[in-house]
């Protein structure tokens, strides 16, 4: 907790607080809380959660699925608020945490689905929810159409309140801008939404003649959707382990670049980010970052780890790797625009770049962000015959180039990408290269990823040697 901002311990003990405020009436004698509803409710949703982390089918499902909001949503519509605030609290406390400090994270994730649940069951008692769904009493038959106007609206109530409370934490712990929660609205929105439908089915059933055992089924459907969910990701998890295959294969052959793509990958999605692209396509980007150089496992090693000037022929040999890159991957089918970053990143907006001589828009937007990443990590890393530029130079060197060599929106997300964030590689040349700490070989000459200059190195082209992807 002392790890916190100021701001975010605050902003933790006010929703602790509210979310005590909107269940403290259900502990009050003359609420009349249905105590045998809620305990039944409450204990199935901490099963719910608890299941997350046991194998099923030998498997576990995997971190970024959520909640399971069902069992939540049913208590919307069949308790009062208060009432309804409390089953929210045992899942919300057994859920699966990844980061420290965990507590910290359990008690403040148990406040955000109160405050959500008690907001979301007072706007489906306002628009009388609890008469069309059956009138509060048993075997009452729910009014249908009716009923899912309101149902709909406490849904989109408690996703609103989750996603401002989210936004509120990252403005504070994390120092986002407040938009950045709200991006993620739309594709939270209809998770929720079929969450809410399953809930409505449970209250349905709970008020039927069969009672509550028959409510349960419906959550076997839902456990088993869940399930092919994490198959999905377990085949996004092995998309990424073939891309990083590809890339160790790179760092192998070509010595000098090692960690490059990486890093790539991390500045790309930092522009991205600045940018404000959606997640689908910052993942494609990241990938695009990672894999441009994945055509140099076709140009022959010998020229990249080649020390001495190259030839005006090898020169051409090096340059077809954007198109070595491209055909490797164009099977790909979920690398999507990314395929075309392989191919164009190293156009140039005044078209004196290669394969094809691009210029301006007709650059893909892809390729111009890992343009401007590429050409900054080569700069500000170290080689084992040049040592790295300072970040504050290598950033006055893009800005020097913007407008001839890259796009100048892409420079400038960058720019504000590192005044806010900073540059924190994950992945660094001299980590993976040992070589990288001893003395600069005098024999060896500038890399051509080292400048944006318009003087000539030993390739005379840009990013063509074994530094390759910083400007020229």
Partial sequence: MRALPPGARAYILCAVAGGLLCAAPALTAGHNTPWGAVALLGALYAVCELVKICPFMGHRVPVGIGSFFPVVLAAVFLLPPAAAALVAV??????????????????????????????????????????????????????????????????????LVLTALDCGILVTAERLPALTAWRGLPRSLAPHCVHGLAGLMMAVLWRSPYGPPAALLVLLPMYISCWIFAQYHRERAAHQATIRALVQAVDIKDRYTRGHSERVGQASTMIARELG???????????????????????????????????????RVIELHPEYGHEMVRGIGFLGEAREAILHHHERIDGSGYPYGLSGPQIPEFARVVAVADAFDAMTSTRSYRRARPVEAAVRELERCAGDQFDPQMVRALVRAIERHGWHPAVTAEERHPAARGNVPPSRPEDPGATAAPERNRTGVAGTGPGDGGPA
């Fill in 90 to 159: 045992p899942g919300a406390l057994a859920g699966r945490i990844e980061q420290r400090p965990a507590w910290v994270r359990r008690v403040w994730h148990a406040a955000q689905h109160a405050l959500a649940t008690w907001a979301a069951a007072g706007v489906y008692g306002v628009l009388r929810g609890p008469a069309a769904l059956g009138g509060g009493t048993l075997n009452s038959a729910p009014d249908f159409p009716y009923v899912l106007a309101p149902a709909a609206a406490s849904v989109l109530v408690f996703c």
């Fill in 277 to 315: 692209m959606s997640e689908d396509r910052l993942e494609v980007l990241r990938f695009a970052g990672i894999l441009h150089d994945v055509g140099k496992l076709g140009v022959p090693t010998r020229l990249l780890r080649k020390d001495g000037p190259l030839t005006p022929q090898e020169r």
